[in-house]
């Protein structure tokens, strides 16, 4: 029988990290749609992100984006970001929008060029000993367009020289988050396109290397819940950036696209135990929201994810394992449909009020005038984007 007391405590001590490059525009090779009351500082993307905790209660943390989020003195956007009630998560680097990386940046043939690349990898290390984060997201680019275009083999020997640097500068308390994509911006060959390789060169670095898995970034039909199982059993997972897709990297709200497929990620999580943030998973959310109002879509996707979450911890697992092991195909699966197919709006509900939040956030954000104070506030200057 599930023990909806643990639930409810696991649920209100859940914790989602924001993307500060959401709050900002963003949009396709197409267009970017600007959006009036879009932040213009990494100290008003702080302050929005900072909403999105005050009206979901489990999203304490975000990530930022460097250079997006430079700024001259990060011990004082920390203290700023404190002061809001939220801390400062995840430094992503960006080694993926400098004319210099267009043959790569680190696995970059020009050895010039990897030098440029590397040092901004330990610059953001830097960042993160001023900021206090432990965790040094990186995601590269790096890739071919065509075969013969460069040796796959020297490249990976670059990227592993350049991330064995990096890891070697790692304090104590730091780790690397490795994130790997099948394609784009390189359309033939990746240089971590996939988990396999970002796992192999994290098992060569070390114990303070984890694989990222961000849900957008695999083929059409790649079951992702064996890659989050298998991972979590090598005690490798560090990291999701959690948003949706139906196609490509389409970035969308967490949940949108395939509210089933993030349930059953979220089951293997709770499966291996590794809810609890003390067991160290970063959950993020990554994703652009290039039509839709961003603070609510932010917080609509945090509310989507503890909907998959409460429908994973509301799983009988006794009756699983004995429809399992008995090979009752038919019961199994209709157990883990069970869960899913769980209405937990009632039950979040309840959650959000015993942390004393209304228990509709994304109304209760409607009803807080902050999207109209934002608009008519943040008038001048330049709003921020990927400037891409
Ligand atoms: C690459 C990616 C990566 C970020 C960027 C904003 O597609 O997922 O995580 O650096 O988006
Ligand atoms: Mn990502």
């Known amino acids: ?165 990096t890891y070697d500068r790692l304090g104590p308390d730091q780790r690397i988050l490795l994130e790997y994509k099948l394609f784009e911006p390189a359309f033939y060959a990746t240089d971590i396109p996939d988990w396999g390789t970002s796992y192999a060169h994290c098992l060569e670095l070390g114990e303070k290397a984890t694989v990222c898995i961000d849900t957008g970034h695999h083929a059409p039909g790649t079951n992702i819940e064996f890659i989050v199982a298998f991972l979590l059993r090598q005690k490798k997972l560090g990291a999701f950036d959690f948003n949706s897709r139906f196609y490509a990297d389409d970035d969308l709200m967490a949940g949108a696209a395939d509210p089933f497929q993030l349930f059953r990620i979220m089951y293997e999580i709770v499966r291996g135990g590794a809810l609890d943030p003390a067991y160290g998973i970063n959950f993020m959310l990554d994703q652009c929201h290039n039509i839709e109002a961003k603070i609510p879509a932010i917080i609509r996707s945090v509310m989507n994810i503890q909907e998959a979450t409460a429908k994973a911890l509301l799983v009988d697992r006794d009756a699983l394992a004995a429809a399992q092991n008995s090979g009752d195909v038919l019961d199994s699966n209709a157990v883990l449909m069970d869960a899913y197919n769980t209405d937990v709006r009632p039950l979040l509900a309840e959650v959000r009020t015993d942390l004393g939040l209304d228990p509709d956030p994304v109304a209760a954000y409607k009803r807080s005038g902050y999207q109209e104070q934002i608009v008519a506030d943040r008038v001048g200057g330049t709003q921020a984007g990927w400037g891409a």
């Open 1 to 165: 029988m599930t023990d909806l007391a643990a639930v409810k405590r696991a649920l209100a001590a859940q914790r989602i990290e924001t993307p500060s490059w959401a709050f900002g525009n963003s949009g396709t090779r197409f267009k970017v749609f600007a959006q009036p009351g879009v932040p213009r500082t990494p100290h008003e993307k702080i302050a929005d992100a900072a909403v999105v905790h005050r009206f979901t209660g489990v999203a304490p943390t975000v990530a930022l984006h460097i250079p997006w989020d430079k700024v001259d003195d990060y011990a004082e956007l920390t203290a700023y970001a404190k002061s809001l009630g939220v801390g400062v998560g995840a430094i992503n680097t960006n080694v993926f929008q400098d004319d210099d990386y267009k043959l790569g940046s680190v696995t970059n043939p020009d050895p010039a060029v990897r030098r440029k690349a590397t040092d901004h990898l330990l610059e953001a290390i830097g960042i993160m000993d001023q900021t206090g984060s432990r965790d040094l997201k990186l995601w590269f680019s790096d890739g071919i367009n065509y075969p013969g275009q460069d040796d796959l083999t020297n490249r990976q020997d670059r990227l592993a020289a350049a991330l064995r640097e």
